[in-house]
């Protein structure tokens, strides 16, 4: 599968974002879907996952209650609503995907096989 992340730019802190992940390929509803960040100077750090169907999602500590992570595998897409952003989520935003990836695995970067391109996000105070 092929990943290609879209949607980041320039917003006040307060402000909101919806980052897309536009997936090529068959079979995206088989898929994990992740969004990881990376700040520069920074590790990489996960941010929020959805299971194959988006009923299941789990979130990092820093972004619960205001971030969503959600898909359509109609169109092939997940999506992630960043609401209230904080100078401090300024980062290049990746999404991921796997067809293995099980319970808190979803927060390791290195289960992951499929990467996009990254999308910048940048949050001014």
């Known amino acids: 599968v092929q990943l290609q992340a879209s949607g980041g730019g320039l917003v006040q802190a307060g402000g909101s974002l919806r980052l897309s992940c536009a997936a090529s390929?068959?079979?995206?509803?088989?898929?994990?879907m992740g969004w990881f960040r990376q700040a520069p100077g920074k590790e990489r750090e996960f941010v929020a996952a959805?299971?194959?169907?988006?009923?299941?999602?789990d979130y990092a500590d820093s972004v619960k209650g205001r971030f969503t992570i959600s898909r359509d595998n109609a169109k092939n897409t997940v999506y992630l609503q960043m609401n209230s952003l904080k100078p401090e989520d300024t980062a290049v935003y990746y999404c991921?995907?796997?067809?293995?990836?099980?319970?808190?695995?979803?927060?390791?970067?290195?289960?992951?096989?499929?990467w996009g391109q990254g999308t910048q996000v940048t949050v001014s105070s």
């Open positions: 991921a995907a796997d067809r293995n990836v099980y319970g808190s695995e979803s927060a390791k970067w290195y289960k992951y096989a499929y």
């Open positions: 959805c299971n194959w169907s988006g009923g299941s999602t």
């Open positions: 390929g068959r079979s995206f509803g088989s898929y994990f």
